[in-house]
């Protein structure tokens, strides 16, 4: 399952419906950069269930400052349109998964 890029203008249409997880990134970013495989593995086992949209904050910075995102990666957990998650920083595969399984219908 493919990472989805997303922007200021496809935002709202692309993460208010179903469960989405949105991975506000940069391209100079090591954490980022860390979890860029880790995401796409997530994306892979859990894309038939969950949405995986990724979003650069420096091309998107409207979004990332409505979405109030302080430091990056930041990954944020929608269902249905309504924020149930967020998470900051790197995390080690093991806990990324159980932190977004609890979201998978």
């Keep these: 399952m493919v990472v989805k890029s997303i922007n200021d203008q496809n935002f709202n249409q692309e993460t208010d ?23 796409e593995k997530m994306a892979d086992e859990l894309g038939d269930k969950v949405a995986f949209k990724s979003l650069d904050v420096d091309e998107n910075q409207q979004t990332a400052m409505q979405m109030q995102v302080q430091g990056i990666p930041t990954f944020i957990v929608k269902k249905d ?12 595969e ?3 998964k159980s932190r977004l399984s609890q979201y998978v219908d």
């Excluded at 989405?20 to 995401?39: E, G, H, L, Q, S």
């Excluded at 309504?82 to 995390?91: E, K």
Aim: glycine share 8%; hydrophobic share 45%.
């Design 81 to 92: 349109g309504q924020i149930v998650d967020r998470i900051v920083g790197f995390m080690p």
């Design 17 to 39: 419906s179903g469960t989405v997880v949105i991975d506000f990134n940069a391209t100079w970013c090591p954490p980022c950069k860390m979890m860029n495989p880790i995401v």
């Design 94 to 96: 093991p806990a990324f």
